[in-house]
């Protein structure tokens, strides 16, 4: 970055760099755009900011971003708790919630099995998983796996399928999307109807 650059911007941009999909040239437009705004806009950026340091937590049971732990979700009465609905990431819940079929609970791994990348089942929120599927005190029935129609996917799922199988037998049945969505689709970027279609059609 050039030696004009004023140390503020610069430090704001290498944040920047730092995000999905952004690079150095990029990264430094988005600093200068916000230094051009009025301070009062900058003030509630970064306080935005500073409040998912300290008010955003993982929910100490499903493992989604929330406010609380345990989130809304888990902790809704209502919501089917024979069902657990196992994704990659936090954003997936809410593409599945929006398709408005599914009123079961959820579980998080914080990503998929890809050694390439370097992430083993040992980097993943699976243990969690095994501990809500202890009997005698779970009341869980369906593991239903919504995971990318890709080769991390596929291989988490098959994965899940044989630990859950090993370790519970035929207490709990296990079911994956149906494959309404594209190989190497993303599940975040799916419709809701797509998503609707796969939940209610999964086996």
Known sequence: MSKH??????????????LPGVG??????????????PKERIIRFSEAIRKLAEQITRCNVCGLWSSTSPCIICA????????????????????????GVYNGLYHVLS???????????????????????????????EIVLAFDPDVPGDTTALYLRKQIS???GEQVRITRLA????????????????????????K
Request: hydrophobic share 35%; proline share 11%.
């Open 5 to 18: 650059t004023p140390p503020p911007i610069h430090d704001v941009a290498a944040e920047f760099d730092g």
């Open 24 to 37: 150095p040239r990029a990264a430094l437009r988005y600093a200068y755009w916000l230094v051009s705004q």
């Open 76 to 99: 809704n009465p209502k919501r089917d708790q024979s069902k657990v609905c196992v994704v990659a990431h936090p954003q997936d819940v809410r593409i599945l919630e929006d398709s």
């Open 111 to 141: 990503g998929t099995i890809d050694p390439i990348s370097g992430r083993t089942p040992e980097s993943l929120n699976f243990p969690t998983l095994y501990k809500r599927l202890q009997p005698p005190v779970s009341q869980i029935k």
């Open 166 to 168: 090993d370790q519970f």
């Open 179 to 202: 494959r309404g969505l594209p190989n190497g689709a993303q599940l975040e970027y799916a419709d809701e109807m797509t998503v609707a279609e796969a939940l209610e059609n999964r």
